[in-house]
């Protein structure tokens, strides 16, 4: 499967504890982002990377959020001293265009967090 | 700031036309997507419209009118597997200090047999 893949697909943590996900885009695609989606809501764009330079970030993403890409293949998102409110699904999606467009953006399955 | 709005519900019957809404406020506009979601899956890319008028794919249409800001999707011969939410994205110009990409909040469309 040649798709955008992420792990884990489901994680269940404590208030206060940090979770880190990986998200594999598909293998040509030099334009990786992350969204967080709730229920009832679209996706809510966090970060974009062109290979492994960050070139925009939303201000909604606080300072417990932050994003890699070191080598401009697979990326990870983590979240420091979670809170419930940051339950929700993460969602991650690779593009083959340069730019940030709403060319074709390929989504993975997504992360569901549940912070406790 | 930016803002997309499209209608939070619709309900169709199969075999029908349905059209669903996207109206949008953005600096430096570069183009409209559209999104399908099914529960529980990911989003999947149905059509983009960076010019004005009528894109067409199978029996999905969008349509774009920048001097609107306005643009529709338009499902055909419904069938009830497009019971799904579907999704308008707008992007500012890639490389603006502004540009980010945001997505409608989704229509559920509901396929009556």
């Known amino acids: 499967d040649t798709g955008v893949s992420q792990d884990p697909r489901h994680k269940i943590t404590k208030r206060g504890q940090n979770v880190t996900f990986r998200c594999d885009p598909i293998s040509e695609h030099n334009r990786l982002y992350w969204y967080r989606q709730t229920l009832g809501q679209g996706p809510e764009f966090l970060t974009y990377f062109q290979n492994e330079a960050q070139l925009e970030k939303s201000r909604l993403l606080s300072d417990r959020f932050s994003a890699e890409r070191p080598k401009g293949s697979f990326s990870t998102l983590e979240i420091q001293r979670t809170e419930q409110g940051d339950s929700a699904m993460y969602l991650c999606?690779?593009?083959?265009?340069?730019?940030?467009?709403?060319?074709?953006?390929?989504f993975g399955p997504g992360t569901r967090l549940t912070v406790l | 700031g930016q803002s997309l709005e499209q209608p939070s519900e619709v309900t169709a019957v199969e075999g029908a036309i349905v059209q669903i809404n996207c109206t949008y406020q953005?600096?430096?506009?570069?183009?409209l997507s559209w999104y399908q979601q099914h529960d529980g899956g990911a989003p999947t890319f149905l059509s983009y419209n960076a010019l004005d008028g009528l894109e067409e794919t199978g029996r999905f249409s969008s349509f774009l009118s920048r001097s609107d800001s306005y643009g529709y999707l338009l499902l055909q011969e419904l069938q009830m597997k497009d019971s799904a939410s579907y999704f308008c994205?707008?992007?500012?110009?890639?490389?603006?200090?502004?540009?980010?990409?945001?997505f409608g909040s989704g229509t559920r469309l509901s396929i009556r047999p």
């Open positions: 994205a707008v992007s500012s110009a890639p490389g603006s200090s502004a540009s980010k990409i945001i």
């Open positions: 953005t600096s430096g506009f570069y183009g």
């Open positions: 999606a690779s593009s083959p265009r340069g730019g940030l467009s709403t060319d074709t953006q390929y």
